[in-house]
């Protein structure tokens, strides 16, 4: 199916373990961010890719990595969970063109234990 | 740097009746992107509409307008008929003109109640 999709949409961890969130897509977009979502704050930006090997720090950076070493995949990695990286994620993505629409992922809720 | 501010976390209105979000926005530049989202229960992020800066003219989709204030930075939603579909977090974002990856940034949200 077309689309943007993450994967797990749901995930429990244990602090200290690593965990990697999947994003794909199949529009072949160029752009692709992931934010987290936060009572209180929003959508926070925390990694955003302009094409595959191209990737760069949004605010809250700190404890995650990503890659993209095609167009369409771009995971997220927490390296070492811990309580605070509680949160919802969202993967998303958008073609060239700053007037286009982004579109989302539906979100994985992870919760650290 | 730019900032969104909703300063409503939460507003309540009657089904059939209007109601107007607010947000505000912090920002350097003269040309930029400013959108409204609808995050229902599901969590799927929906696009409700797009103003664009260099537009005087406020954008309009159906039942949702938005009025866009560029000297005042302020950037509101009406949404007229309320309808329990409507029942949802809201949130504003700010994209720059400037190549800046067409990130989004945005504001804390407001999450919208309709009453039958």
Request: aromatic share 14%.
């Amino acid at each position: 199916d077309a689309g943007i999709t993450q994967s797990p949409r749901y995930k429990i961890t244990e602090t200290g373990r690593q965990v990697t969130l999947m994003c794909h897509q199949t529009w072949s977009h160029s752009y692709m961010f992931w934010y987290r979502q936060d009572l209180g704050h929003g959508l926070r930006l925390i990694y955003y890719s302009a094409a595959a090997d191209i990737t760069d720090k949004g605010e809250v950076p700190d404890g995650y990595v990503v890659s993209r070493s095609k167009t369409e995949n771009f995971p997220l990695t927490l390296e070492s969970a811990t309580r605070s990286q509680t949160s919802v994620y969202f993967c998303a993505s958008t073609r060239q063109g700053l007037s286009t629409e982004a579109f989302f992922g539906q979100g994985t809720r992870l919760t650290v234990v | 740097a730019q900032t969104v501010t909703q300063s409503q976390p939460e507003m309540s209105v009657q089904e059939a009746e209007t109601v107007t979000l607010s947000c505000t926005y912090d920002t350097s530049e003269s040309d930029y992107y400013l959108f409204w989202y609808k995050q229902p229960p599901s969590r799927q992020m929906i696009l409700v509409i797009r103003q664009e800066a260099y537009k005087q003219q406020n954008a309009t989709e159906n039942r949702f307008s938005v009025n866009f204030q560029k000297a005042a930075k302020s950037f509101s939603l009406k949404i007229s008929d309320s309808q329990l579909g409507d029942a949802a977090m809201y949130f504003c974002a700010y994209r720059s003109y400037y190549n800046q990856g067409g990130k989004l940034i945005f504001g804390q949200g407001t999450e919208l109640s309709v009453k039958p």
